[in-house]
């Protein structure tokens, strides 16, 4: 049995001295409608301070149909990218008058919809969500409860709106400038293929291979998951099969790329690293390391803008579109890239 006391709005009431009706018009800002005296007022609310009181936000929700809160659902918060999503729409939140709720989904689909079903029944007033399945299905279910926007992935045959980064342009730039200076070999690590992050990725590489005029061979796209272990796995796979690493290699994001470069770290291979290292995602540490490492940035902020924007107006019953936000492409081996032929 637990020792805490939980107080309603008819203790609040008992200890003011005053009716339960009184006490709850006076917490929930109605006094002045229902000409509650000063003196009153202020013994109700310095009653509740002082028990550090708060009514019922799901009770207020109900009876005023707008919760002012909004969910947030990522797959993780250890995901860098999500991560400074989070962080970067929370403030947007408040300062539009909102409280963000997140919750994660593990990238599972199941975990998700219980995750979805909690923020539904929270009565919050739209959905954020970063999509973990390609099926429309999963999510239109949802629009015909509440606004839903989709951000980081799309699902392709929704409808729904999304805001997304303009990957395959950034990643085709960055290959494409590798190709450029001499590389005749190029090597992607991906992650899960049917997410349209994923797709994008992997579109802009092969129109870099395209456009330089090289042909992929096979074993050149690997693509598995994002995890750390992942690119640990597949970069000893393909030194093991090559008897040296690839001469430019693009990871599909920075947990693939820190897995990379353990190997390579553990074995002492900086040295004969491959020559050219680009990945998706950016973090400041890529500064610090004996490799220049070329990296897309997502504009987290741009997108967590667009995605309450496009979200705030449909919960005002407007129309929402989808929209692509441009990647911020950090050099880091202009001044010492070379290749060997």
């Given amino acids: 049995m637990s020792s805490y006391k939980r107080l309603t709005i008819d203790d609040i009431a008992r200890m003011a001295g005053v009716s339960r009706t009184t006490a709850s018009m006076v917490l929930n800002g109605r006094a002045e409608q229902f000409r509650i005296s000063a003196a009153t007022q202020q013994r109700v609310l310095e009653t509740a301070q002082a028990h550090n009181f708060q009514p019922s936000h799901s009770a207020r929700a109900l009876r005023s149909g707008c919760s002012n809160t909004l969910g947030l659902v990522v797959p993780?918060?250890?995901?860098?990218?999500?991560?400074?999503l989070a962080q970067a729409m929370e403030p947007a939140c408040h300062q539009a008058g909102y409280q963000l709720l997140v919750v994660t989904s593990g990238d599972d689909p199941q975990q998700e919809q219980a995750g979805i079903e909690h923020l539904v029944a929270r009565q919050v007033d739209g959905l954020i969500v970063v999509p973990c399945s390609p099926d429309p299905e999963m999510y239109l279910k949802?629009?015909?409860?509440?606004?839903l926007v989709l951000?980081?992935?799309?699902?392709?045959?929704?409808?729904?709106p999304y805001v997304i980064t303009d990957a395959e342009s950034a990643v085709s730039t960055m290959v494409l400038d590798a190709l450029r200076n001499g590389a005749k070999e190029a090597y992607y690590f991906g992650g899960q293929a049917h997410l349209s992050p994923?797709?994008?990725?992997?579109?802009?590489?092969?129109?870099?291979?395209?456009?330089?005029?090289?042909?992929?061979?096979?074993?050149?796209?690997?693509?598995?998951?994002?995890?750390?272990?992942?690119?640990?796995a597949l970069m000893q796979e393909c030194f093991t099969e090559l008897g040296r690493y690839p001469r430019v290699l693009f990871t599909g994001s920075i947990t693939l790329l820190e897995g990379a470069l353990i190997f390579i770290s553990e074995h002492h291979h900086f040295g004969i690293a491959p020559q050219r290292i680009m990945t998706f995602d950016n973090h400041h540490l890529l500064d610090c390391l004996p490799l220049p490492i070329d990296a897309i940035q997502q504009d987290s902020q741009g997108i967590a803008e667009a995605s309450l924007e496009?979200?705030?107006g449909l919960i005002n019953?407007?129309?929402?579109t989808s929209t692509t936000i441009p990647a911020r492409l950090h050099w880091r081996s202009r001044e010492t890239e070379t290749f060997e032929h």
């Fill in 76 to 84: 993780e918060l250890t995901n860098f990218a999500h991560a400074s």
């Fill in 142 to 147: 949802w629009r015909k409860r509440l606004p």
């Fill in 151 to 160: 951000v980081d992935r799309r699902v392709d045959n929704s409808g729904l």
């Fill in 198 to 232: 994923s797709i994008d990725r992997l579109n802009g590489f092969r129109a870099a291979l395209a456009e330089a005029g090289i042909a992929e061979q096979p074993g050149w796209v690997r693509q598995r998951d994002y995890r750390r272990s992942t690119g640990y």
């Fill in 310 to 312: 496009r979200l705030i």
């Fill in 317 to 320: 019953k407007g129309q929402a």
